[in-house]
Every structure is written in structure tokens, then in C-alpha cells.
């Protein structure tokens, strides 16, 4: 009797332990299949997210130093420090649920190297191409010798806007018709003056004694007309807020209504005989080319388009495409 509890007993410890064993191996079987063997990355001691491998982390990183170099083919792309990796288990559908992307992306750090073209210390043009820096310093130097054009090279995080060849060729075009030199009346051999030039005279003449309206609200001068950090500032600067209005200064047909290099958005308005008037800089254009305005109308809105520092009119006045002092005009 005693023997056979003894053999109850042993068959119940024996199929306690295959019991055991069985739900051990289940759960095993389970956790296999739900949780995948992963790497716990961390970057400078912050966690970055689950990789499957170190291998799959190389990948992500390649592919984004790729991402940046489309960009920039010179870019220099780096982590600050190299990452630590731990080795862990992770619910598969969590493995793929993650952005690896995303979390490493805002960990890698980048250099660019932009060229800056300056003339006379003032900024004109970005490129991340030197040879596309130097191509518009030789252009200025052979068209406007007087001028102290260099180029600074940079090393910036974020590449930022960079000047298109569309707008550089509007840029140079702009900086040499500013640094034309003002036609002074001369004398011909005869002692008298040419039939042009008294025609432009005139012209002026005529203008100033019909004059026009003042063509904004403030009455502050905040640059004259004249030579100014080495070259000729073509027109008067009237500053005040953005989005003061702007106005005609005389009755006229608007030739042009868009954007200009460096004058921003842009009024031209020809006002007849050889007489027109710019209006520069502007937030917001109000009339479009072909229409006709008239003295004192709204015509834009003040702003600070183009290469300005601060709300304000570029107000010029033309005499047969020629800048003269456009103060002279409405004082």
C-alpha cells in the first residue's frame, strides 16, 4: 500500500514538471513570436529608438546622409557622438510602428558652406557654389570697377535660402544701372548743348514746376537721393509703417507692377514726355500693367521687399530712363 503512494505520488511530481515544462515552452513560443530581438539606441545618452541591428541603424543613417547631399552634394553630415546600443526584445508590432527616421533625423547635425557676395560690405547674393559666387564678383568687378566686391565664405547648420540664378541676374543688371554715372549736360565744340540734352532739360524743367503729390503718409526721410556707402542711391527713402499707402504722384499709365531684384515689389508709372516715377519696396501691389491711375490714388502698400531694412518707399523719379533727385519733386 505504502509502495503503491509512493508510485501515485512520483507520476504526480512527474507530470507536474512535464505540466511545467509545457506551459514554460508555451510561453517562450509566444513571446517569440509576439517580441523580436532588438537594439535600445541611445545618442549622447538620449534615446533614440529600437533598431532591429546595428546594421539596420547604419542603413537609416546612410540613407539620410544621402537625403542631406541631395541637398548640398558638399554637405558635411555627423553625430555629435557615436551611438550605444543595448541589446533588448520589443513587441514586433512596435518595432514597426516607429519612425526610426524621424528620431534620427533630428539627431544628425549638418554643415554647409555658403559664399556670400558682398559689394561694398553690404550682402547681395548667397550661393552654396563658390564658382557660382565667383562668376557674379567678375561680372561686377569688369561692369562697375568702382566698386569693392568680395566674396565671404560661411559655414552655417542650415543651408537657408539661396539667391536663384534668376534673381542674381536681376540683382547685377539692378547694381549696374544704380552705378551708371548720372549724364551731366555738355557743350559741344560750338559752345552749345545737344538737342537731347535740352530736351531733358526741359523736361525737368517742366516737371518741376507742375509738380506732383507727396506719394505716402509719413513725411520722414530716411535716405536721400545721392552717392551712399560708394555708390549712387537712385532715389528718396521714405519711411514709415508697413502698409501705409502709397500714391501716385501724378496721373499715369502704370508700365510695369511686380517683382524687381532688389527693389522688392515695384511700381513703374509713366507719367508722359519722357517722365516716369518708381515706387519701390512695396508690401502689396494695388494696380497692374496697362492701367491707367490718377494723382493722389492708392497704388501699392508700404513694406520692406527686396534688399531693404525696414519699412519704408523707394520713391524715384526718371527723365528719359535717367535717375535725377526725385526729392526736388515733391518738396
Partial sequence: MEKKNRLGTLRFV??????????????VITVLNHYKPAVKTYINGEFIGYFSSPQQFDEV?????IEKQNIDQNVKVYLETEPTFETSYIRESLLSQQNVYTNLRDNIKTEFVIYKVLVNNE??????????ANKYVEDLKSEVSKLNV???EEKVSELG??????????????????????KQNTTTSKGSTSTTEKASAAIADAALSQGGIWPTVSHYISSPYGWRWGTIHTGTDIAGKGGDPIYAWKD??????????SYGYIVKVDHGNGISTWYAHCRKLLVTAGQEVSQGETIALM??????????????????????NSYLYIK
Avoid at 123 to 132: G, I, L, V
Avoid at 172 to 177: E, F, H, N, P
Avoid at 252 to 261: A, Q
Wanted: aromatic share 10%; glycine share 8%; net charge negative.
Fill in 123 to 132: 550682402e547681395k547674393m548667397t550661393f552654396n557654389a563658390q564658382d557660382d
Fill in 303 to 324: 513694406g520692406s521687399t527686396g534688399f531693404s531694412t525696414g519699412n519704408h518707399l523707394h520713391f524715384e523719379v526718371r527723365i528719359n530712363g535717367v535717375h535725377v
Fill in 252 to 261: 499715369g499709365l502704370v508700365t510695369y507692377s511686380g517683382w524687381s531684384g
Fill in 14 to 27: 512527474i507530470f507536474t514538471i512535464l505540466s511545467f515544462i509545457l506551459i514554460c515552452s508555451a510561453v
Fill in 61 to 65: 543613417y546612410n540613407d539620410l546622409v
Fill in 150 to 152: 568680395q566674396i565671404k
Fill in 161 to 182: 535660402e539661396l539667391t536663384t540664378v534668376e534673381k542674381a541676374d536681376a540683382i547685377l543688371k539692378d547694381i549696374i544701372d544704380r552705378n551708371k554715372p548720372i
